[in-house]
């Protein structure tokens, strides 16, 4: 099967590189605290081989998400794991820098500009992460611009980047359209794929029309197109999957 990338939504990105399925801080329910997805619950994802949780925040991690996944391994930050080895199987804490092999594929972990913080416990770190197979993938998680972007990896392939949340505006330790159009400027990929937008909509808010849950990600795609014009941008809609071009 071909390489690709399916934005399920939010954060949440099944990564099918070298016939290995990665997936990302899973949130696969209709809602969680205050919090309602927009549209249709993500039906069966088929076969995870491993999990990449960037941090804490209930819209990242969320336990009843990870439970139909069954005994896989995972990456996350420091202080995590116990939280996370109830659900899932071999579970490796990491550090940005650090190297480890997720079901067959290595993966580095990358410096995160967000305060991850899971209470009760006391953990504030967050990480991104590059996959690294026969094309490298960088999945941002929460972040805003760190001065480690710029050379964060050399020949990078594909960057997935939260442009949005779930409301107008971001706040600290986030990417608006603007600023992650700038984080592509330092990343430097062939290929960028806005994620973090259209997805979820606070409880008691009335859902916005699609254009208006569409706008963030349109706005990214302007804003690349002035700040770094030789990267590529592919807009999916939560549930869309692009079939990445043979190297």
């Known amino acids: 099967m071909a390489d690709s990338i399916t934005y399920v939504g939010h954060a949440t990105v099944l990564?099918?590189?070298?016939?290995?399925?990665?997936?990302?801080?899973?949130?696969?329910?209709?809602?969680?605290?205050?919090?309602?997805?927009?549209?249709p619950v993500p039906g069966?994802?088929?076969?995870?081989?491993?999990?990449?949780?960037s941090h804490g925040h209930f819209d990242h991690l969320d336990p009843p998400s990870l439970r139909p996944l069954g005994r896989i391994p995972a990456l996350c930050p420091p202080g995590l794991g116990p939280l996370l080895r109830r659900r899932l199987g071999e579970v490796t804490e990491m550090a940005p820098g650090?190297?480890?092999?997720?079901?067959?594929?290595?993966?580095?972990?990358?410096p995160a500009a967000h305060a991850g913080a899971r209470p009760p416990l006391r953990v504030r770190s967050s990480l991104g992460y590059v996959i690294r197979g026969s094309r490298s993938v960088y999945?941002?998680?929460?972040?805003?611009?760190?001065?480690?972007?710029?050379?964060?990896?050399?020949?990078?392939?594909?960057?997935?980047?939260?442009?949005?949340?779930?409301?107008?505006?971001?706040?600290?330790?986030?990417?608006?359209?603007e600023r992650a159009a700038e984080a592509v400027r330092r990343l430097r990929p062939r290929l960028a794929i806005p994620i973090h937008w259209g997805t979820f909509e606070r409880i008691h808010r009335r859902t916005r029309?699609?254009?208006?849950?569409?706008?963030?990600?349109?706005?990214?795609?302007?804003?690349?197109?002035?700040?770094?014009?030789?990267?590529?941008?592919?807009?999916?809609?939560?549930?869309?999957?692009?079939?990445?071009?043979?190297s």
Do not use: C, N
């Open 139 to 177: 999945f941002a998680g929460d972040t805003d611009l760190f001065d480690e972007m710029v050379g964060l990896e050399d020949d990078l392939d594909v960057a997935l980047v939260p442009v949005a949340g779930w409301g107008s505006k971001v706040g600290a330790g986030h990417l608006d359209p």
């Open 98 to 110: 650090d190297v480890a092999d997720l079901a067959g594929l290595p993966v580095l972990a990358t």
């Open 44 to 53: 069966d994802l088929g076969r995870v081989d491993g999990v990449l949780l």
């Open 209 to 246: 029309e699609p254009a208006a849950l569409r706008a963030p990600a349109e706005e990214f795609a302007r804003a690349v197109a002035r700040a770094a014009p030789a990267v590529e941008v592919q807009i999916l809609d939560p549930g869309a999957r692009l079939e990445l071009s043979a």
């Open 15 to 39: 990564v099918d590189l070298d016939g290995v399925r990665l997936l990302t801080d899973p949130l696969l329910r209709a809602g969680v605290a205050h919090l309602r997805r927009t549209g």
